[in-house]
């Protein structure tokens, strides 16, 4: 059982099944047996309320290319919720990525470690109190890794961070570790 | 409410990016023009009777209809955008501006394909101005209902192209069936309420494909 503050590094070898856990974690596979169940404030939390309450990043997650930054962050905000975020709120995680300078620039036009902010960007957006990484830092350069380091710190401090990772150090940004692939 | 708002904010999304890409919307065009050319250089001369036409009216819009319903679900698998929509949107609001773009998308066809044959075609006649118009809209949210559905499930396959026509045949047989009699009255000039039956029925399919869908997809969408 997690409960908030908390971090757990989620390691194995290659094929061990991290970004399968960490995808059912986050409710897009369904578990072939067991359950994962929610709790906010000790109430449980219904399946479709989950999504509220959960951010992910990983490099298999792809982003509307033909949108912007802002674009891609409010149109995905609203459809999450029904109400848009707001410009203020966009333009801060913006800032935090460091991509304020191309917030209304097609994503078509991006790198792959920008991209990798901008789905950064997203996850924190609606400050969520799960946040899960598969891979943190694939694609990013040493400022990009800097910028996921700060957003680990403060996940850690408020909420619940579980990251997928085969990388040693990432995996000693967490206070606990699970290894996949051990009997 | 938030459903609703929500179920728009993904519809007005696909719109946009169809109006920044035109991945679909130039090629369905362009069958269409196609398909009505074809029609007409075999016609030549010759005017066909109201069955004839109605008929031929359907067949375009089936065909078009089988190219660009499909993409609502297909583009998302094919671009990989499928996961981010999984992890932001409930199933029902995917489901619901999905439908709410195929509807749009279906009723451009359809009234692109009216304007056409009107041009090009003299005794295309449309005397009965109500019952062509109800059958157009109805016609058009019928095969959107159950093509969206459809869409969910074959942009999981492997192979999708040949797949949709021959999974939605079937299923839009009832709906062909009644579009092209609703239509044929229409070109005859028949009053209204000889075509209340065949309203009826396409009413009848259009709730009944909408509320199956609804039950449905989350189980199609969900893996």
């Known amino acids: 059982m997690l409960e908030a503050p908390s971090s757990i590094a989620v390691t194995g070898r290659n094929g061990s099944g991290k970004s399968t856990f960490v995808k ?3 409710g897009v596979l369904g578990a072939s047996s067991g359950s994962i169940h929610f709790l906010f404030d000790g109430v449980s939390l219904p399946n479709e309320q989950r999504r509220n309450y959960l951010g992910f990043v990983s490099p298999y997650l792809v982003l509307y290319d033909e949108l912007s930054p802002v674009e891609n ?12 975020a707001p410009m203020d709120e966009v333009n801060r995680v913006l800032q935090h990525v460091g991509l304020e300078d191309r917030k209304d620039d097609f994503l078509r036009t991006f790198s792959s470690g920008m991209l990798q902010r901008v789905k950064y960007a997203l996850a924190i957006l609606h400050r969520p109190a799960l946040l899960i990484l598969d891979e943190p830092t694939a694609n990013l350069d040493d400022r990009g890794i800097a910028v996921v380091r ?9 909420g619940i961070l579980i990251i997928a990772t085969n990388d040693a150090d990432e995996a000693n940004w967490c206070e606990a570790k699970i ?3 051990q009997g | 409410m938030n459903t609703v708002s929500a179920s728009i904010a993904l519809f007005i999304k696909d719109v946009r990016s169809e109006l920044r890409t035109r991945y679909a919307l130039n090629a369905l065009l362009m069958f269409v023009v196609t398909s009505v050319s074809t029609i007409l250089f075999a016609l030549r001369s010759e005017q066909p009777g109201a069955q004839t036409f109605a008929g031929m009216f359907w067949v375009v819009v089936f065909f078009t209809a089988m190219s660009g319903l499909s993409r609502s679900f297909v583009a998302e698998a094919e671009r990989g955008t499928t996961l981010v929509l999984q992890l ?3 199933s029902s609001v995917v489901l619901a501006g999905k439908l709410l773009a195929n509807c749009a998308l279906t009723l451009l066809l359809t009234t692109a394909v009216t304007i056409l ?11 009965s101005v109500d019952i062509f118009v109800l059958t157009l809209v109805l ?4 095969f959107a209902s159950a093509g969206t559905l459809l869409a969910a499930i074959i942009a999981k ?16 047989i009832p709906l062909l069936m009644t579009v092209m009699n609703a239509t044929t009255l229409a070109l005859d000039g028949a009053p209204l309420i000889d075509a209340v039956t065949d309203l009826q029925v396409m009413a009848g399919y259009i709730l009944v494909m909408t509320g199956g869908s609804f039950l449905l997809f989350e189980y199609v969408w969900n893996d």
């Open chain 2, 157 to 172: 396959a492997n192979v999708r192209g040949t797949l949709y026509p021959v999974l939605a045949f079937p299923v839009l």
């Open chain 1, 150 to 158: 700060q957003i680990v710190e403060e996940q850690k401090e408020n």
């Open chain 2, 88 to 90: 932001v949107a409930d």
């Open chain 2, 117 to 127: 044959y009107l041009i090009v075609f003299p005794n295309f006649a449309i005397i």
């Open chain 1, 24 to 26: 059912i974690l986050a």
């Open chain 2, 139 to 142: 016609g058009s949210l019928g």
């Open chain 1, 73 to 84: 962050l409010q149109t995905l905000s609203k459809i999450r919720s029904g109400i848009e």
């Open chain 1, 179 to 181: 290894e996949l692939g």
